[in-house]
């Protein structure tokens, strides 16, 4: 029971730590791709062989 008083406090510091770093995906724009992979799978035009 007494290792509860060291996992509590450990698994909320790494929570915080990876809601501020979600959140800093966020404000830095790391979501934001028009064009992405979901968008690209649809496209019948594809070019197997990129330009130089």
Known sequence: MEILGILIPVSLFLGGIGLV????????????????????ILIKDYDDKPKP
């Open 21 to 40: 770093a979600f959140f800093w995906a966020m404000r830095t724009r790391q979501f934001d791709d028009p064009q992405g992979d979901a968008n690209r």
